[in-house]
């Protein structure tokens, strides 16, 4: 087990506890798996060493270690698949300066290397049984949040160390400054995504709309033969679940992504994905999409379907060279990279000074 620093070395030895359900970068949908293939190997290009435990099917190129060969999707949520994960992961980190959980079990398990600092995020919303398991953990280790408006959701009692935003890599995305006629949704077969929604949008506006979005689990099958299904025709296609090469294709060559959140969403990677690529942003003004979206220069954003008909009529404000430059200057991975060795020195500078708790303030 590693000893309580004096000091904060420059080079730390960082673990990341990842999710067992989906490999590393994920072949299709995954926006938390995306965001922790960014964080390591921009954590490894700022000259730290990263041990990342994944899936043995994961290929990010840092370091990985793993218990189980491949993701198990189907079993997402399996307490004993989870459980047998994070503890091959801790053992297997316990040499390092921290440990990054990103897992449930992990808050859990964790309380058994008291001497091994941990931080965690929380990529779901504070709702009644996530506040109620981080807030039992908050007291010995930093809770990250991912967005202003979700932690204002959390409870007073539960204190939150910091709001990292996500981040990604601009340079993996093609910015287009000369798109094609569609608008795009992109993400899940399901209400809460809004697809009915942007459907309806799109087609009021006159705006042919692509739909790439994942359809695996039986409430996404049957949503989409029930409700989708019927609504397709002229101006309104399904082409499937896109891989991320064909994710950055058509979000490059998109007018714009129609992103109708029906739930106070923690942050919504597909924005800034979009953004990237100098496509703004149609979507309701709700969960964490005004920390994201300027409104009239990377998007437009309402409360209601009408005003979302008026942004896509208004795209031609837009200067996509814009997008581009937000993601640059707020949502880099870059950003996001250095947002989090902030905190780890914190965490780490604590250690040393005797605090058993790895608290921050």
């Not at 809460?192 to 929604?197: A, N, Q, S, T, Y």
């Amino acid at each position: 087990m590693n000893e309580p620093h004096s000091q904060v070395s420059p080079k730390l030895r960082i673990g990341i506890l990842a999710p067992p359900w989906v490999p590393i970068p994920p072949p299709s949908y995954g926006g938390t798996e995306l965001v922790l293939d960014n964080l390591a190997v921009g954590l490894q290009r700022a000259g730290h060493e990263v041990v990342l435990f994944t899936t043995g099917d994961s290929t990010c190129p840092v370091p990985r270690r793993a218990l189980f060969p491949h993701g198990d999707p189907d079993r997402m949520g399996a307490s004993v698949l989870e459980l047998r994960h994070v503890a091959a992961g801790y053992d297997a980190m316990t040499d390092l300066d921290l440990v990054h959980d990103h897992t449930l079990a992990g808050l859990f398990y964790s309380a058994q290397f008291p001497d091994l600092p941990v931080v965690a995020t929380n990529h779901g919303p504070f709702n009644e049984d996530l506040s109620d398991l981080y807030g039992r953990v908050a007291h010995r280790i930093p809770v990250i949040a991912i967005s202003e408006d979700q932690r204002s959701r959390a409870p007073a009692t539960l204190p939150v160390a910091r709001v990292i935003h996500h981040g990604i890599d601009p340079d993996h995305y093609r910015f287009n400054p000369h798109p094609g006629s569609h608008v795009l949704f992109l993400g899940r077969m399901s209400p809460d995504k809004g697809v009915d929604i942007a459907i309806r949008v799109a087609r009021e506006a006159g705006a042919p709309l692509l739909i790439a979005a994942k359809m695996r689990e039986p409430g996404e099958v049957r949503f989409f033969n029930e409700v989708i299904k019927p609504e397709l025709g002229p101006g309104a296609e399904y082409v499937g679940e896109a891989d991320f090469a064909t994710k950055a294709e058509l979000l490059s060559t998109a007018r714009a992504l129609v992103n109708p959140i029906r739930w106070p969403e923690p942050f919504g990677l597909v924005m800034i994905e979009a953004m990237a690529c100098g496509t703004p942003v149609i979507g309701y003004a709700n969960g964490a999409a005004p920390e994201i979206i300027d409104q009239g220069v990377t998007g437009f954003l309402s409360h209601e379907e009408a005003g979302l008909v008026d942004g896509l009529r208004h795209l031609d404000e837009i200067d996509r060279r814009a997008c581009l430059a937000a993601v640059r200057e707020r949502f880099s991975a870059r950003r996001m990279v250095r947002d989090h060795l902030a905190l780890y020195r914190e965490v780490l500078s604590r250690v040393g000074a005797g605090d058993p708790a790895h608290r921050v303030a």
